[in-house]
């Protein structure tokens, strides 16, 4: 794994975050010690698809980056018929992603998407994947992705949603914030690259309260949802339709 350095040396002026040839190369490493918890979401999006994946049904990866949800539905999968589709707007991510699924020895299925995942059409699907994605859609747009991947969810179907949060409460933000820049500065980031890395995302990853995303939730007519996992600002909510 090529490890991220990115942001280990002084910019003159830090450029909006994206994920083009540079990150894509470092990517496995930067989101491993960038979230905690990462690795807890892969092997429970597994668990997840063991039970909610439905026969002859399609799981969807959205913002699969290099395949690691989309390979963690293929090995949770228990049931007949089904098929994956990893969608994501970044050409080098899905080129490298490409390559991992090929390697990859299970035979369900996989489908990689070059295309907004604001354009892509969700249909017949039991499980879909927003693992760290939603985050980077534009605030006003959110609304109408999240209703139609309700559209095209079977009865019985679930979304899982992992993002970063923020808190309303601006102690309780702060606290949270430190413990993940400390969280950081523990994998071996340095406090010059979390500060970049910081600027960088600046009105790229916006994150939302669990308050507001469990609402957006109900208004796109999911029967329930619930907070699976947090670990500081970092969570994942399973929404039941
Ligand atoms: C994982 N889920 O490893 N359309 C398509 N893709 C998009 C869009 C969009 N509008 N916006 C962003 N992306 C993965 C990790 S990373 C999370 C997901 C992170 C893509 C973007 O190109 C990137 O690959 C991914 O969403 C977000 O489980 O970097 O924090």
């Known amino acids: 794994m090529t490890q991220d ?22 990517f496995a490493d930067m989101i491993q010690r960038s979230v905690p918890g990462y690795g807890l979401t892969l ?7 063991a039970q909610y994946a439905q026969k002859d049904s399609v799981l969807y990866d959205l913002g699969c980056s290099l395949g690691a949800a989309t390979l963690a539905l293929r090995h949770g999968i228990q049931t007949e018929g089904c098929r994956i589709v990893g969608v994501d707007n970044s050409e080098a991510m899905l080129d490298t992603c490409l390559g991992y699924v090929k390697a990859d020895d299970s035979n369900v299925p996989v489908e990689l998407k070059h295309a907004d995942i604001q354009d892509v059409v969700i249909e017949n699907a039991s499980v879909v994947v927003l693992n760290f994605t939603l985050q980077f859609i534009a605030l006003q ?4 992705l999240l ?6 969810l079977r009865a019985g179907g679930v979304l899982i949603l992992s993002e970063k949060i923020s808190f309303d409460d601006l102690g309780k933000n702060e606290r949270q914030t430190q413990l993940h820049e400390v969280f950081k500065r523990s994998q071996g980031y340095s406090e010059l690259e979390v500060s970049q890395k910081r600027q960088a995302l600046e009105n790229v990853l916006i994150p939302e309260s669990l308050e507001d995303h469990h609402a957006r939730l109900k208004q796109a007519g999911f029967a329930d949802s619930q907070t699976w996992f947090q670990c500081f600002n970092f969570a994942s909510m ?4």
């Open 5 to 26: 350095s990115i942001y280990a040396d002084k910019q003159q002026q830090v450029q909006a975050f994206r994920f083009d040839d540079k990150v894509t190369r470092v």
């Open 141 to 144: 747009e959110r609304e109408a």
């Open 238 to 241: 399973l929404a039941f339709k």
């Open 43 to 49: 092997q429970m999006i597994a668990v997840i698809a």
């Open 147 to 152: 209703n139609r991947i309700f559209q095209g």
